[in-house]
Nanobody, 124 residues
């Protein structure tokens, strides 16, 4: 079984920064793409960013382009999401996900494993 554990969430003022991490453990498969999603209570989970196994392909939601940066360290089995210039509308629970495929995609149903989520709150 594969486990994903997010960390790094918290409370920050608008304009500030946070860095989320996602540690992958367990019986991991050889290569996998990773993604970040977020969800606000009462709304559907939405795509934030995704990165391919080699990091050659990176995809961002329009709402975070230029502010968020996704990265990964395959040797350490860690994925990261650097979030800068945070806005109150970025407030959500952020989820890390992995899929048994090297290609980065933005569609939630293509991801096989999920973390438990970490809360990010941006105050105005």
């Amino acid at each position: 079984q594969v486990q994903l554990v997010e960390s790094g969430g918290g409370l920050v003022q608008a304009g500030g920064s946070l860095r989320l991490s996602c540690a992958v453990s367990g019986r991991t498969f050889n290569s996998y793409a990773m993604g970040w999603f977020r969800q606000v209570p009462g709304k559907e989970r939405e795509f934030v960013a995704a990165i391919s196994w080699t990091a050659r392909t990176i995809v961002y939601a329009d709402s975070v382009k230029g502010r968020f940066t996704i990265s990964r360290d395959n040797a350490k089995k860690v994925g990261s999401l650097q979030m800068n210039s945070l806005k109150p509308e970025d407030t959500a629970v952020y989820y890390c996900a992995a899929r048994k495929n090297v290609v980065a995609v933005s569609t939630e149903r293509f991801y096989d494993y999920w973390g438990q989520g970490t809360q990010v709150t941006v105050s105005s």
